[in-house]
């Protein structure tokens, strides 16, 4: 309270419209001494983009680190994360998804102040209490949550300190894929710098939730494989052992509906990529087969999965398992896809409207008929 009635200009910190410009102010008042500071200049010659990737995963790994003790003792989990962590709760004591002997106040105290009711699928057979949220955020989130029960009977820190791990490291290989899609070092800092600064990355950066595992995944794949994304590239190996990489790529991306149905397309776009890839490949038969392995035991895997969880090969897929009946209707599309950048206090034109530099850059890229356009409209 002091400080704030003393600068109360500081509660323009508070705004998300203000976020991205403070970012940029900042790099306004730096500009000039870094283009007369002649050894800073000297030096920047000599970082190579996997100096400058990693100097971006350690900077957001502190900023994200400080973020998320900030966040852990200043708000209460809140949302799906609670019932992600109830998950790997479950996992960690019984080894089992299944919430019918979780979710008393004693178990939601160890992360969490106040009981919750839990998000039980329909679906679920009898004596059974499956969550409708996926299980793979919460055993990726596993080794964390241990870890935080063990060293300070915190394990929402150790879990939100993970998830800065996750989002830095995703940051920083995004840098990565547009210096290998051909964008030079230093003009990729600019929209890192953004993307890192405003919402829904900074706000989301800690709080559990699958979409950074899952676009760190996919950058891997996109990272790995830039030639099919550039015109007038030469096919290059992903490595010496390429139909093993390939299997490992495959099975991660077989993996991402675990993470949310909703990444299946994810996974069937960069899939398609792999195909090419082992299509391709000088050793085309073990590639190919590699990649149809994989394929075959990620499909198993979740078809015996759902039917584990919902006695239906779809599992929570199937409308009514889990989701609203209505849910996959394209007459809903009309209304949630747009409102991604529209809605009046959710929309990403609301929190950052710096992001609709994106389409500036996407109209340059039509001028010049360029392959990166169709990558970025695919993605």
């Avoid at 679920?124 to 009977?153: I, Q």
Wanted: net charge positive.
């Amino acid at each position: 309270q002091p400080v704030g009635a003393s600068f109360p200009v500081l509660g323009i910190l508070w705004s998300p419209h203000a976020s991205w410009a403070l970012a940029a102010s900042v790099l306004v008042v730096l500009l000039p001494t870094l283009r007369s500071a002649r050894g800073l200049v000297a030096i920047a010659h000599r970082l190579t983009p996997a100096w400058l990737a990693g100097a971006i995963f350690v900077l957001c790994t502190v900023v994200y680190g400080s973020w998320a003790v900030y966040v852990s003792q200043m708000t209460m989990v809140h949302g799906d994360e609670a019932h992600y962590l109830l998950v790997t709760q479950s996992l960690l004591r019984d080894g089992d998804i299944d919430l019918q002997n979780n979710g008393t106040r004693e178990d939601i105290a160890e992360f969490r102040m106040l009981p919750f009711e839990l998000h039980r699928a329909p679906s679920s057979p009898a004596g059974t209490t499956y969550s409708v949220h996926p299980p793979g955020l919460s055993a990726l989130l596993l080794p964390a949550y241990a870890a935080g029960v063990t060293l300070w009977h915190n394990p929402r820190l150790s879990c939100y300190l993970f998830m800065a791990v996750v989002s830095a490291a995703v940051l920083s290989l995004l840098y990565l894929w547009l210096t290998r899609l051909g964008f030079g070092r230093w003009q990729p800092l600019v929209p890192i710098a953004i993307i890192g600064t405003v919402a829904p990355t900074a706000f989301f950066s800690v709080q559990l939730y699958p979409d950074f595992p899952a676009i760190l995944v996919a950058v891997v794949v996109l990272l790995l494989l830039p030639h099919w994304q550039v015109a007038g590239r030469s096919r290059v190996d992903i490595s010496r052992h390429e139909p093993l990489a390939i299997f490992g790529l495959a099975l991660a991306l077989g993996a991402l509906p675990l993470l949310h149905p909703r990444f299946a397309p994810l996974s069937v776009l960069l899939g398609a990529l792999l195909l090419l890839q082992a299509h391709t490949s000088s050793r085309r038969r073990l590639s190919l087969g590699a990649l149809a392995v994989a394929v075959l035991l990620c499909g198993g895997l979740l078809v015996g999965y759902n039917i584990a969880v919902a006695d239906d090969w779809l599992g929570h897929m199937r409308p009514g398992n889990a989701w609203d009946d209505e849910a996959l209707k394209l007459s809903t599309w009309g209304i949630s896809l747009p409102g991604h950048w529209l809605h009046e206090t959710k929309g990403v034109v609301a929190n950052a409207p710096v992001l609709l530099l994106a389409f500036v850059g996407a109209g340059r890229l039509l001028g010049k008929l360029e392959r990166r356009l169709l990558v970025a409209a695919a993605l």
